[in-house]
């Protein structure tokens, strides 16, 4: 049975009206200022719907007739498949998931080292987060310092599609080619490539550049996965303040003008393609100007974006890494806040929240059980609270009287608990005696001990031994071919 | 995994008496429980079986909590529907003068001037469970009373609990008449409640300490050395 998630929604910072003028300042934006695409064949798509391109500045501008009839085949749901049925997600813009990864440059080890991540991280981190329960996508958390970065997509399908059982969120650094590419290494596991594009088990994302520009490898690889029913997070990383305008609302015309102008290109080149509204902005901290994912702004920020892409029936990815260096309490309050105000505003994939810390830029092993656990906690608010006459418990009450009474004996509590009750794994929830009786742990020291013996006792693929030799030999081969490309390309 | 086990239990469309008094405790069903026993004193069934039965069933419940798959109200509700039978098998055996395999003998009681009983029935039950003679006392007990009645069961191990910080030296009270009277050496005394801590148990001269209920019986294996 597929995975369908729990729904959010209940945490909304704007009314119907704001949503109104939201949306139209992006249409004056779209249809006035219009969005820069480097990717002349994209251009080419606009013009062929009679859209207003200007080909020397490589400008289209969007109007209201035109989003409206390409948004009209977007779809609201679809399935994203994982290696079997159980680990399916069911999508729509209502249901809350979670996504791992990505893209850290440097690790802090198990042993209390910060240093450069390796491919054996890579492996390591999928193999742990893919035993955390609240993990529902799996994403390369670490860009491997240990190989050519020029196609390195490759390599990244390679340590981590074999070793998940999620769907995996995969990207191509190098255009249509990536597509391409690992459509073939999974085949290596679906059976054939058309397979692959029937039910497909990956996807893709692209990057968009703030303020309102395409950049030519994104359009490439957004049009190559939607002729190849690959479904797509069509990504904006503003940054308010920096890239976008410092009021929130001014990033949200942005970011909606500039994500809506990508799932309109996909909707032209294949009606129906499945696309996935998304962002990874962050707040430009004004002391030192750097990205802060962690900030209340920024939650705000993606609680309302969530509201913006279900005012078009899409689904929303948001959800970034938190800044703490270390899973101290700043981890902690960052990654709670960031993950409940997400949940309940209806974010319907909670990205790069596992793990990730530092902005980003570095990938903790304890802090992967320790999000887990706060996502898990997360998940028991998200469930809210049921009332019916059986909850009021009037019947009850009426049984026991005003006189004391212990309803920790009644069968009815019994009853309750076992079907309600949110069990912690790395909680403490000891007075001091018994919790120093028991080691006295920290909570990054009790999520060390899980994240070793989650190690220690697996090791291999999830899928055959052949299989994933197979797909590294491919993965090394298309990688040292994009290599030898970029190459020529230079001299 | 206990819960699936506990699971079949529950589940299990047989009527027979036996089947009927394991589910009853799985459903902490008290007057089922009961009527079950008394079908099987009917039936003439060797009460030695029965008791073995109903152990087996606590013990997959107390390690069930353990695992975090069933909690306090279930440890409660299964050792509430036990004490509504263990008198009565007790006295069966007793009759039918059967031996017993104990592990021990234990004294188990609430002290002088503190009435809590929920985590110290639960404690009786998986004492039990494990193979333990338990006689509990009750609550509110004196320290003149657990001597008495340490010296009338031979009681290998004296278990008491305090919730209060205000009864919680009634511990030290007892421990101290009972070196007065030379029993101190032959008995081994653990302590717990929700007032007791390791720091406090040592300082009164206890054996041991356990915070939980599964512990505990931990515990009395440790002290008898089994």
């Known amino acids: 049975m597929p995975i369908r998630g729990l729904k959010g929604g209940m945490l909304k910072f704007l009314n119907d009206e704001d949503l109104k003028s939201i949306h139209f300042a992006t249409l004056e934006i779209l249809s006035e200022v219009g969005i820069k695409m480097e990717h002349k064949p994209a251009l080419e798509v606009f013009t062929s719907f009679g859209a207003n391109v200007d080909f020397d500045n490589s400008v289209v501008k969007i109007d209201e007739q035109l989003l409206n009839k390409a948004l009209s085949t977007a779809p609201s749901r679809f399935t994203l498949y994982g290696k079997n049925e159980t680990f399916d997600v069911k999508v729509d813009p209502e249901r809350v998931y979670t996504i791992g990864g990505s893209s850290a440059l440097n690790v802090l080890d198990l042993d209390g080292n910060y240093r ?3 491919f054996e991280d890579l492996i390591k981190f999928t193999i742990l987060l ?3 329960e609240h993990l529902h996508i799996m994403h390369a958390i670490v860009i491997p310092s240990d190989l050519e970065e020029y196609g390195v997509d490759r390599m990244l399908f390679a ?5 998940t059982t999620r769907n995996y969120y ?3 650094q190098t255009g249509a080619d990536g597509v391409l590419d690992q459509i073939k290494m999974a085949a290596v596991v679906q059976g054939s490539e058309e397979a692959v594009r029937k039910n497909p088990m990956f996807t893709e994302v692209v990057c968009m550049v703030s303020p309102l520009q395409h950049e030519k490898i994104n359009s490439e690889v957004l049009i190559e996965a939607a002729k190849n029913n690959i479904p797509v997070y069509v990504e904006v990383d503003a940054m308010p303040g920096g890239t976008t305008p410092a009021p929130i609302a001014g990033t949200l015309v942005e970011q909606n003008a500039n994500v809506l102008a990508g799932i309109i290109l996909a909707q032209l080149v294949k009606p129906g393609a499945p696309c996935i509204y998304s962002i990874a902005s962050g707040l430009m901290d ?6 802060s994912g962690a900030a209340p702004e920024t939650n705000l920020l993606h609680c309302a974006t969530a509201q913006v892409a279900h005012y078009y029936n899409l689904p929303f990815q948001g959800g970034t890494g938190i800044d703490a260096k270390i899973p101290d309490a700043q981890a902690g309050y960052e990654r709670a806040m960031q993950v409940l105000s997400n949940a309940l505003a209806g974010t319907n994939f909670i990205h790069l929240s596992f793990g990730m810390m530092e902005m980003m830029l570095s990938a903790s092993y304890e802090q992967c059980v320790i999000d887990n656990e706060i996502m898990g906690a997360t998940f028991k608010m998200l469930k809210g609270i049921e009332v019916n006459d059986q909850s009021l418990s009037i019947d009850l009450l009426r049984k026991v009287g005003p006189k004391s009474a212990h309803f920790l004996t009644f069968k009815e509590t019994s009853e309750y608990v076992r079907k309600n009750y949110w069990v912690p794994q790395i909680t403490d929830r000891n007075v001091w005696g018994s919790w120093k009786a028991m080691g006295g742990k920290s909570m990054k020291e009790s999520a060390a001990e899980v994240a070793k013996k989650i190690l220690s006792e697996n090791t291999e693929p999830m899928i055959s031994r052949e299989q994933t030799e197979e ?8 990688h040292s071919k994009a290599l030898e490309r970029l190459k020529k390309k230079n001299e | 995994m206990s819960i699936s086990e506990l ?4 589940n299990n469309t047989e009527k027979d008496p036996l089947s009927e008094l394991k589910r009853s405790i799985t459903i902490y069903d008290k007057e089922l429980a009961v009527n079950s026993f008394k079908k099987l004193m009917m039936e003439k069934t060797n009460p030695l079986i029965i008791l073995e039965s109903m152990t087996e069933v606590m013990r997959l419940i107390g390690k069930a909590y353990e695992d975090d798959e069933l909690f306090l109200p279930d440890l409660i509700g299964a050792s509430d529907t036990m004490s509504a039978v263990m008198p009565l098998v007790e006295t069966e055996i007793h009759n039918s003068g059967a031996e017993v395999k104990s592990l021990g003998i234990i004294v188990l009681g609430t002290v002088l001037g503190d009435i809590h009983t929920i985590g110290k029935q639960m404690v009786g039950t998986l004492l039990r469970a494990d193979g333990f003679t338990v006689y509990d006392i009750g609550v509110d007990v004196s320290a003149g009373k657990f001597i008495d009645a340490i010296k009338t069961y031979n009681a290998d191990i004296l ?5 209060l910080t205000t009864t919680a030296y009634e511990q030290k009270k007892v421990i101290s008449i009972m070196e007065k009277e030379n029993l101190r050496d032959v008995v081994k005394i653990m302590v717990g409640g929700g007032a007791v801590t390791q720091e406090f148990a040592d300082s009164i001269g206890a054996d041991g300490y356990d915070p939980t209920a599964p512990g505990a019986a931990k515990l009395a294996r440790k002290l008898i050395g089994r």
Do not use: N, R, W
Request: hydrophobic fraction near 40%.
């Open chain 1, 116 to 118: 450069p991540a390796l």
């Open chain 1, 130 to 132: 893919d035993k955390l």
């Open chain 1, 159 to 163: 340590g981590t599609f074999p070793y």
């Open chain 1, 170 to 172: 995969s990207q191509s």
């Open chain 1, 286 to 291: 004004m002391t030192s100007g750097g990205y």
């Open chain 1, 471 to 478: 797909i590294t030999k491919l993965a090394k081969s298309f």
């Open chain 2, 7 to 10: 699971e079949i239990i529950t």
């Open chain 2, 159 to 163: 278990a008491m609990s305090a919730l």
